[in-house]
């Protein structure tokens, strides 16, 4: 993340992402798969790092690449494989949905996971600070209900975050520049959508 300035000098904290090229890899049409979409690839690798399955899978789009994700679309038009897909099909106050893998905070108690507010800090509490309390009823229905909120693995699953308003377009680095924060770490993959499109 880091900021920049409007014309009125207000300031804006942004996103900078790297969004492209991506690089189309499979077209899927009724008639071939019952259903239409676009699959495109991102971050170009070398042969080594992928599988064999998957380099003849990308063989049609003359490119190695290691992240590949699917777009379903009304209608194709007049993309083909191998065509790339850059930065410049997005505008300066477009509003995008981004997803991405939040960051992993391993196995975590109550109190940090659900914002439990912990136990009683008065006189004859031992090592009850930051206890989960009761969490299951007496002879009726004698177990502990399913969806609990109790400790275990925070984070590492995916987050959506919607209407993120694009603020600048840099199209010579592929640079797209959105306001606020994005779910993830640094330099994880994100999949960006405007409504239906591809993105």
């Given amino acids: 993340m880091t900021r920049i300035f409007d014309e009125r000098g207000r300031n804006i904290p942004v996103t900078v992402i790297e969004a492209g090229p ?23 690798v070398r042969e080594k790092v992928i599988t064999k399955p998957e380099l003849g899978h990308l063989k049609g789009a003359g490119k190695v690449l290691r992240t590949l994700k699917e777009f379903r679309l009304d209608e194709v038009g007049s993309l083909k494989v191998g065509d790339e897909v850059h930065v410049d099909i997005f505008k300066k106050g477009d509003m995008i949905s981004v997803t991405g893998k939040s960051k992993g905070k391993g196995f975590q108690g109550t109190v940090k996971r659900h914002n439990f507010s912990g136990g009683p800090k008065s006189h004859g509490q ?7 309390g009761s969490i299951g009823a007496s002879s009726s229905p004698s177990r502990v209900w399913k969806g609990m909120r109790m400790s275990g693995q925070m984070g590492n699953e995916n987050v959506t975050v919607r209407n993120i308003e694009v603020v600048e377009i840099r199209p010579d ?27």
């Fill in 22 to 44: 991506c690089y189309v890899t499979q077209i899927k049409t009724d008639e071939t798969d019952g259903y239409t979409a676009v699959q495109v690839g991102f971050d170009e």
């Fill in 126 to 132: 031992k090592d009850r600070l930051r206890a989960p």
């Fill in 173 to 199: 680095k592929n640079i797209l520049l959105v306001r606020g924060s994005v779910p993830g770490s640094r330099n994880g993959i994100l999949h960006i959508v405007k409504g239906e499109e591809m993105s």
